[in-house]
């Protein structure tokens, strides 16, 4: 079974940083890229940021970028989420995924995703 594990989660200061990291096993895909999605309580869950397999293009949601990066590691099966400048809005659950047809803004087109980290950024 393929599995997604997140990590990197808590709690700071508007102003501060996480990074996110996220592992993947048990799969035997050649090549996917990754993404990250957030979900605040009572909201759809909405896209963050995705990278290529072999990082050759990322991309990002308007609401996050120049503070966010996202970055992989293949050789360790990982894809990481820099979160700088934090905000309140920021505060959400957030869940890395696979898309096996490359990296996309879509939620529909990721096909396995991890269980979530809590980000909460204090006022």
């Known amino acids: 079974q393929v599995q997604l594990v997140e990590s990197g989660g808590g709690l700071v200061q508007a102003g501060g940083s996480l990074r996110l990291s996220c592992v993947a096993s048990?799969?035997?895909?050649?090549?996917?890229?990754m993404g990250w999605f957030r979900q605040a309580p009572g909201k759809e869950r909405e896209f963050v940021a995705a990278i290529t397999w072999s990082s050759s293009a990322t991309v990002y949601a308007d609401s996050v970028k120049g503070r966010f990066t996202i970055s992989r590691d293949n050789a360790k099966n990982t894809v990481y989420l820099q979160m700088n400048s934090l905000k309140p809005e920021d505060t959400a659950v957030y869940y890395c995924a696979i898309d096996l047809t490359g990296a996309t803004r879509s939620v529909s087109r990721y096909d396995y995703w991890g269980q979530g980290t809590q980000v909460t950024v204090s006022s």
């Open positions: 048990g799969h035997s895909f050649s090549r996917y890229g």
